[in-house]
């Protein structure tokens, strides 16, 4: 186990993943959010994409971008999409 693909993601990941949202936005019960935590703590590529929402989100609610690039302006905007254009249910 000497390399580490991010490309593959175990199911556990994915359900990392599929929550994250609801994490970040405090809707998650008390144990699927320590469960997350832990496993947010074991996986490094997990951790990343967490941050990444992270600071998304924190762009977002001081009202972005006046001091943010054009390339990372356009990412948001991709991002944003993405996450509002995530199937529920
Ligand atoms: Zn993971």
Redesign the pocket.
């Known amino acids: 186990m000497a390399t580490a693909d991010l490309s593959q ?2 199911d ?2 994915r359900e ?2 599929k929550r994250l949202g609801a994490f970040l936005d405090g809707e998650l019960g008390e144990v699927t959010r320590s469960k997350l935590r832990e ?2 703590s ?2 490094a ?2 951790t990343e994409r967490a941050d990444f929402e992270e600071h998304l989100r924190e762009l977002v609610r001081r009202g972005c971008s006046d001091q943010a690039p054009e390339h990372l302006k356009a990412r948001i905007r991709l991002q944003l999409d993405a996450l509002s254009a995530t199937p529920s249910g």
């Open positions: 993601c175990s556990e990941c990392a993943l496993h947010l074991d996986c590529p997990c």
